[in-house]
């Protein structure tokens, strides 16, 4: 959200992201990547940027919830940056 202010870019629809980011641009790995899934469905959301450490987190998630969801794992800012905008 800072950065859509800072650069007056408008964010891609329907993205969400869970994580963190590191002060030197990392994206770090997360606990809890289901219960983040299940709320980002609820929600309408159908693109989700989730922490490549936490890739393999996804084969947890029923086939039910992660169907109709694009998961894109990342693990740079540059990256986060390159999809959202």
């Known amino acids: 959200a800072l950065l859509s202010l800072l650069t007056n ?16 641009g990392k994206v770090l790995a997360i606990g809890g990547l289901r219960e983040k899934v299940v709320a980002a469905k609820r929600n309408k959301i159908k693109n989700i940027i989730i922490p490549k450490a936490n890739e393999r987190d996804l084969e947890e998630i029923p086939e ?11 693990s740079k800012m540059e990256e986060v940056i390159s999809l959202i905008f």
Do not use: C, D, R, W
């Open 9 to 24: 870019k408008v964010i891609k629809k329907s993205f969400a992201m869970t994580g963190e980011l590191s002060l030197t």
């Open 64 to 74: 039910n919830v992660k169907k109709g969801l694009k998961f894109y794992p990342v």
